[in-house]
């Protein structure tokens, strides 16, 4: 769920915080990076956990890369890039429901297991994120946010994304409500 991760979390981060010197970049690490972590774990460990949503899809996870952020840089443009990460994650675990599965989103402190997917093998589980319409709904609206991004700061111009690419900053105006 790449587009769903990065465009809801791109768009209710930007509508929340209004940045518009916000890096991007680091806003889509975090909201990939529980599943970049728990995805290879969750296949390699299936027979074992049942899952790919494991210790990256956590509460502590997501606490303890904002500790880190915090402990190691000071206030600044720095601690404001990186606390993205954080931030982004955080989106994940909201954009995952994960307060539907309180013994891995609050893992450990509910105990020592994670939630099971409900499906005996990952083959399954495949299976039903190919083919769920509601996942597909999910990845369309995503990546019609970040085509929106796309067109609105002119990406298209070499000079744009070299820029994007250079800062993680967007000329699309934040809209008001």
């Given at each position: ?9 791109t ?78 994650a955080?989106?994940?675990l ?84």
């Open positions: 769920m790449l587009f769903w991760h990065v465009g809801a979390s768009a209710f981060i930007r509508y929340a915080f209004r940045d518009p010197a916000m890096d991007l970049r680091f806003l889509a690490l975090g909201a990939i990076l529980p599943d970049v972590i728990d995805l290879p774990l969750g296949v390699a460990l299936w027979d074992r956990f049942e899952s790919v949503r494991l210790g990256a899809h956590t509460m502590l996870f997501a606490a303890g890369a904002l500790m880190v952020v915090l402990i190691v840089t000071r206030r600044g443009a720095r601690r404001k890039r990186w606390i993205l990460i954080a931030v982004g955080l989106a994940h909201a954009l995952d429901a994960m307060w539907t599965s309180p013994a891995t989103l609050w893992w450990p402190f509910l105990g020592t297991e994670f939630t099971a997917s409900g499906f005996a093998t990952y083959g399954e589980y495949l299976r039903d994120l190919l083919t769920n319409p509601i996942i597909w709904l999910g990845e369309v609206a995503g990546a019609g946010y970040l085509a929106y991004l796309w067109i609105r700061s002119g990406l298209g111009d070499a000079s744009e994304r070299t820029d994007f690419l250079r800062t993680g900053r967007i000329s699309a105006p934040i809209e008001r409500s």
